[in-house]
C-alpha cells in the first residue's frame, strides 16, 4: 500500500464548477502538506502549503487538512479551463528532508 | 529572474550510455533534490543535497549519481547500471522559513529517453 493514495482521474467538470481533489495518506506523522499544480511537461508549482490540521484559502483555492481522518482536500471555486492540470498532494513530517507525493489527479476543465 | 533551470528540455541516449542531466538554481537555496516522475506514480525522490559537498540517497537512487560541489549546481547521472531510465526528471531547491516551514520549488524538468 502506498504511504500516500491520490485517485488519478481524469476528473472532468464544466467551466465555473466546484472542484474538489483528495488525498488520503497512512503516515500519522506527516505534519506538512501541500497541492502543487503540473501543466503538461512542466514542472510542478506549488499552490497550496498547510501546517497540521484546518484550511488555508487563498483565491479561489481552499485547502483542507483533516489529520484525525488523515485526509486533504483542495477545493477550486468558480474553475476554469486554464485550471486544467494535474494537481499532486504532497506531504513531510519533521523528521524526514524530503516530500512524499500522490500520483496526481488530472483535472480537466470543460469551456 | 530567479529560478531554476535545467537542460536540456529533452534528451535522447542509447541504452549503455551514461547521461548527466544539468540543474542549476539562483535563489540561493541550501537544500536541493532530484525526482524522478513517472505516469501514473507520482514523484519519487532519486537523491538529496542539504549542503555543499554532502548528498544523501532518496528512495530509489540504484543507478544514479550526482555531485554538489557548488551552492547553484546539482548535477545528476544516469548510469548504464539503472535498469529503465526513461522518466521524466525533475530538479528542485527548497526555501526554509525561520517557523522551520519550507517551500520546494521546481525546475521545469529533462524528458530523458533511452532506447
Known amino acids: 500500500q502506498k504511504e500516500v493514495e491520490q485517485d488519478p482521474g481524469p476528473l472532468s467538470v464544466p467551466e465555473g464548477a466546484i472542484v474538489s481533489l483528495n488525498c488520503t495518506y497512512s503516515n500519522s506523522a506527516f505534519q506538512y502538506f501541500m497541492w502543487y499544480r503540473q501543466y503538461s511537461r512542466k514542472g510542478p508549482e506549488l499552490l497550496m502549503y498547510?501546517?497540521?490540521?484546518g484550511n488555508k484559502e487563498d483565491g479561489r483555492f481552499t485547502a483542507q487538512v483533516d489529520k484525525s481522518s488523515k485526509y486533504i482536500s483542495l477545493f477550486i471555486r468558480d474553475s476554469q479551463p486554464s485550471d486544467s492540470a494535474t494537481y499532486l498532494c504532497a506531504m513531510r513530517n519533521t523528521g524526514r528532508r524530503a516530500l512524499t507525493f500522490g500520483s496526481g489527479t488530472r483535472l480537466q476543465v470543460q469551456p | 529572474d530567479g529560478g531554476i533551470t535545467q537542460s536540456p528540455k529533452y534528451l535522447f541516449r542509447k541504452e549503455g550510455q551514461n547521461v548527466t542531466l544539468s540543474c542549476e538554481q539562483n535563489l540561493n537555496h541550501d537544500a536541493m533534490y532530484w525526482y524522478r516522475q513517472d505516469p501514473g506514480q507520482g514523484l519519487r525522490l532519486i537523491y538529496y543535497s542539504q549542503i555543499v559537498n554532502d548528498f544523501q540517497k532518496g528512495d530509489i537512487a540504484e543507478g544514479y549519481s550526482v555531485s554538489r560541489e557548488k551552492k547553484e549546481s546539482f548535477p545528476l547521472t544516469v548510469t548504464s547500471a539503472q535498469k529503465n531510465p526513461t522518466a521524466f526528471y525533475l530538479c528542485a531547491s527548497k526555501a526554509e522559513k525561520a517557523s522551520g516551514s519550507y517551500e520546494q520549488y521546481f525546475g521545469p524538468g529533462t524528458r530523458l529517453t533511452v532506447t
Open positions: 498547510t501546517y497540521s490540521s
